[in-house]
């Protein structure tokens, strides 16, 4: 009996420290226009007293940021970093320990190509509550503003999202991941078209496959290239495509639009010292 109240006690005590332990949201901010955020995602916003924010697109989107709430940049983008990722899930860590409700703002989703997932698994391990709000990932959000279903009955029954590039900066494997009736969005794959177009074309997808490149999706300077497999490389070139942007390949490419209201372009090339400098990935 003493064991079962000595354990009881314990169990108190550990509570009680535990309310004083903040906690951390992964909070995905959408595509980049800032209306498309959801309502959870405005919320954990409006609550926080730190955010750690990436790149974001629209600087709107930190209105509904409380004034006293700390505001810390670690955007990255190809070869620029704020800040490392291990010293970004530290700082969270210490904050969060010191009783603050921490949010994590990525573009995106958390859990697509957002890093999301090594940081849920980070917090964790050192006992900080972690919860996920998700958002609007880039390739339905770029899609969607171009009237390409990913899916279609008569023309895609699957869709692959993929990254154009993995950690040591080569692209994975892509056999097999696209037919007559499939859909492949290809998340940063600008750089890395060649090869994405030699590795299809070797698996026998045919030249003409229609893509859709689509860069800045729901953002000022959004564009909406239709080429085919053959022709990507050159027309990235052509168009002078820069990140982010969206690679759409498959037969349901062939049914997307330009935006109603094309929208002038924007400084393709960020300075890191810009606070809303664009991190290098498609705002997962």
């Given at each position: 009996m003493n064991a079962i109240r000595k354990s009881r006690s314990d169990l108190t005590k550990t509570s009680e420290v535990d309310q004083t332990v903040g906690s951390v949201t992964l909070v995905g901010a959408g595509p980049g226009a800032a209306d498309l955020m959801t309502v959870r995602a405005v919320r954990a916003l409006e609550g926080a007293d730190a955010i750690y924010y990436d790149s974001l697109v629209d600087e709107s989107v930190l209105s509904h940021v409380k004034p006293n709430a700390r505001r810390v940049f670690v955007g990255k983008r190809k070869g620029f970093s704020a800040m490392p990722q291990q010293a970004i899930q530290d700082k969270m860590r210490d904050d969060a320990r010191a009783g603050n409700q921490v949010v994590r703002l990525k573009g995106g989703d958390p859990f697509v190509f957002g890093r999301g997932g090594e940081e849920l698994a980070d917090l964790r391990a050192d006992g900080i509550p972690v919860k996920v709000i998700p958002g609007i990932t880039a390739a339905v959000?770029?899609?969607?503003?171009?009237?390409?279903?990913?899916?279609?009955?008569?023309?895609?029954?699957?869709?692959?999202?993929?990254?154009?590039?993995?950690?040591?900066?080569?692209?994975?494997?892509?056999?097999?991941?696209?037919?007559?009736?499939?859909?492949?969005?290809?998340?940063?794959?600008?750089?890395?078209?060649?090869?994405?177009?030699?590795?299809?074309?070797?698996?026998?997808?045919?030249?003409?496959?229609?893509?859709?490149?689509?860069?800045?999706?729901?953002?000022?300077?959004?564009?909406?290239?239709?080429?085919?497999?053959?022709?990507?490389?050159?027309?990235?070139?052509?168009?002078?495509?820069?990140?982010?942007?969206?690679?759409?390949?498959?037969?349901v490419a062939a049914l997307g639009v330009p935006a109603v209201e094309p929208r002038p372009p924007v400084h393709s090339k960020p300075e890191p010292n810009e606070p809303f400098a664009w991190v290098h990935h498609p705002m997962g």
């Open positions: 959000a770029a899609a969607a503003e171009h009237g390409i279903p990913l899916t279609h009955r008569d023309v895609a029954t699957s869709v692959t999202f993929v990254t154009g590039h993995t950690l040591d900066g080569s692209i994975p494997e892509l056999d097999g991941l696209i037919s007559s009736k499939r859909t492949l969005v290809i998340y940063m794959g600008v750089s890395n078209a060649g090869t994405i177009v030699d590795q299809l074309r070797g698996d026998g997808v045919p030249g003409s496959m229609p893509v859709a490149v689509i860069e800045r999706a729901t953002l000022p300077g959004q564009r909406f290239i239709e080429t085919t497999l053959d022709a990507l490389a050159a027309d990235l070139i052509s168009h002078d495509v820069v990140t982010p942007a969206l690679l759409v390949i498959g037969n």
